[in-house]
């Protein structure tokens, strides 16, 4: 079984190791370009946050299963959960704050013990768009998660599933045994409360990310893909598929070194930079809270212990003004957003 980089007490559990690796070798002796000479090069230097509109907030590392590309490095024994008291701060920003999506994320964020009370107030505020993002499976790990899709369904939550493949092999060769068999009993469950079906206002949409090193194919056409063999072997609906680029950080950069494609895999990164793509890149117009309530550009810098730059570092002193002045924090796993069409919690950005 797969154990989290900080069980096996590996070095690239420390986030300072992984941006040496990230800085150092190819970037350092001059092979590669930095991001930061690219974006420079683009005329996109510094990159600048546009006006906010997604609120990210992880509620915690703790997770039911253990992924092999997992940048969050998250499994059952991460103990990191998110507080009552900075989901009541976050809460308070949300009030007052200009973004229209609120987008939960883990680990699996179900598992933290106050998920439920932070979704019912949450939704007490009101949002444009409610995302969860659940790994499906944590929807059959306990009887105590069997009720989630009519949870879900009567707080109008928008759903974002993981699902690497519609082939039980592809699924479980990076998920773990046994997951694909439950994520498709999820996705019957969800359908039949409603969700993911044509002209259904509940909305589920796949996530779909490459199992090796290398990138993902064209958005639009995996979709139909994933639609049809869905369809066909389940009868299972869905609405959008997000095909996510995975960036070289935490359990896929231990992948990555550990299969010798670490180079390989960093210069197909770079010679797939797309300037347009950094136009629409989700840290411009999101903002990433951890579990502890610290700011970060997006997801993948909490990950890489890379908070915001400027005054405003927590929630407790969270000012959208200063933060709107901010220059995004950036280092060399950014290319993974940047390449081929791009790449964004929301799918594809060029």
């Known amino acids: 079984m797969i154990k989290s980089l900080r069980r096996r007490e590996s070095e690239l559990a420390n986030a300072k190791i992984q ?23 683009s005329g996109h230097f510094p990159l600048k946050p546009k006006s906010l509109e997604i609120l990210q907030i992880n509620v915690g590392y703790m997770c039911n299963q253990v992924c092999k590309h997992c940048h969050v490095d998250a499994g059952p024994d991460r103990k990191e959960i998110m507080a009552k008291e900075i989901m009541s701060q976050c809460l308070e920003i949300l009030k007052n704050t200009s973004a229209h999506t609120l987008d939960l994320t883990g680990g699996a964020p179900e598992m933290n013990p106050n998920f439920r009370w932070f979704v019912e107030e ?3 505020i009101g949002v444009r768009d409610f995302i969860v993002r659940s790994n499906l499976t944590i929807m059959r790990a306990n009887k105590k998660y069997y009720d989630l899709p009519a949870f879900f369904k009567e707080h109008n939550i928008h759903v974002v599933s993981s699902m690497p ?8 060769k990076q998920r773990g045994e046994g997951v694909f068999d439950q994520s498709i009993e999820a996705l019957k469950a969800l ?42 072997d ?18 896929f950069l231990d992948y990555l070194l550990a299969s010798e494609n670490y180079e390989d895999y960093m210069y197909n990164l770079v010679e797939a930079f797309n300037p347009a793509a950094v136009e629409n890149v989700m840290c ?17 810098n909490q990950m890489l212990h890379l908070p915001v730059n400027g005054k405003v570092k927590h929630v407790s002193e969270y000012n959208e003004a200063i933060l709107q002045s901010r220059d995004i924090v ?19 950005v060029a």
Not at 19 to 40: C, Y
């Open 19 to 41: 941006l040496e690796v990230l800085s150092n070798g190819i970037f350092a002796q001059g092979k590669l370009p930095t991001f930061k000479d690219s974006i420079h090069k």
């Open 122 to 124: 949450a939704s007490k």
């Open 165 to 172: 493949h519609w082939t039980r092999g592809k699924t479980d």
């Open 191 to 232: 359908n039949e409360v409603g969700y993911g079906l044509k002209d259904s206002p509940l909305k589920l949409d796949l996530v779909y990310n490459p199992s090796g090193a290398f990138l993902p194919g064209d958005q639009a056409s995996m979709e139909l893909d994933f639609k049809k063999a869905l369809m066909e």
């Open 234 to 251: 389940f009868g299972i609906q869905f609405h959008n598929l997000f095909a996510l680029t995975n960036l070289p950080i935490s359990r």
């Open 284 to 300: 411009t117009n999101t903002i990433s809270v951890s579990w502890d309530g610290y700011l970060y550009d997006c997801d993948f």
């Open 330 to 348: 950036i280092s060399q796993h950014c290319y993974g957003c940047t390449a081929g069409a791009g790449s964004s919690c929301q799918g594809s």
